[in-house]
């Protein structure tokens, strides 16, 4: 198995406040429900929408290009848990959205999760899954896949970095010298407030001596 990556690319379309308590960082916090269940805000299914914000920043060639485009096999992360049938898979949804609007080449499901693991959201600190727990529960399957140009990693969420991190390993030694980035829907905020909901990023995240440090 080759090793995790010292660092990795990643973007993120939005951000939301875990703890800020204004109007904008509670709204956030709607806009993340929402990703994670497939729901509406109003009469906007907000996956959808944002779909349709990350079409409108390749076509003005903004930063979310680093990851993604026409180019890019887009392969949505495992759950936590293993999938049931008929269960709601988010970062399938959110590949799925993105290719109809033009940022992937294709959906690529070959990451499944073979042994179920604790959800990073509800475990206490300390206690989240690391890159070496993501890459043991895990598996890729590409039979009869063609070798992608490249390949964008897509989850909803992005906090640590430690799934995307975790996986990595996997899709280097199925497809050796295939560029890897990372794309998140939403990117978390740990403190404070925020100004904004639609913030556009790039960025990196870093694995060095066990310890994971997202930038920003």
Same mark, same amino acid.
């Given at each position: 198995?080759? =090793?995790?990556?010292?660092?990795? =690319? ?17 709204? /956030? @916090?709607?806009?993340?429900? #929402? ?8 009469? +906007? @299914? ?18 979310? !290009?680093?990851?993604?485009? =026409? ?7 495992? @759950? /936590? ?11 399938? *949804?959110?590949?799925? #959205? ?15 999760? *073979?042994? #179920?693991?604790?959800?990073? !959201?509800?475990? !206490?600190?300390?206690?989240? $899954?690391? $890159? ?34 975790? *996986? +990595? $390993? ?5 497809? =050796?010298?295939? $560029?890897?980035?990372?794309? !998140?829907?939403?990117? +978390? ?11 556009? +990023? ?11 440090? @997202?930038?920003?």
């Amino acid at each position: 198995m080759p =090793p995790f990556p010292s660092e990795l =690319p990643f973007c993120s379309l939005l951000q939301y406040s875990v703890r800020g308590q204004d109007e904008l960082s509670r709204r /956030s @916090r709607d806009v993340r429900t #929402a990703i994670k269940t497939d729901g509406f805000i109003g009469q +906007t @299914r907000v996956i959808e929408h944002a779909a349709r914000r990350v079409a409108e920043n390749l076509q003005e060639q903004g930063c979310l !290009a680093k990851c993604l485009g =026409p180019d890019v096999a887009l392969v949505p992360m495992p @759950r /936590s848990g293993l999938l049931r049938s008929g269960a709601l898979w988010p970062a399938l *949804v959110i590949c799925e #959205a993105l290719y109809r609007h033009g940022a992937g080449a294709e959906v690529l499901p070959c990451l499944h999760r *073979v042994v #179920a693991i604790r959800k990073a !959201a509800t475990a !206490a600190q300390g206690e989240r $899954p690391e $890159p070496q727990d993501h890459c043991r529960t895990t598996c890729v399957e590409v039979d009869g896949v063609d070798r992608p140009r490249a390949i964008a990693i897509v989850d909803d969420i992005v906090t640590r970095g430690s799934s995307f991190i975790g *996986v +990595t $390993p996997h899709l280097v030694a199925a497809f =050796p010298d295939v $560029p890897i980035r990372c794309f !998140a829907l939403v990117r +978390t905020i740990s403190q404070g407030e925020i100004e904004t909901i639609l913030f556009p +990023t790039t960025g990196l995240i870093r694995y060095r001596q066990g310890q994971l440090r @997202r930038e920003p």
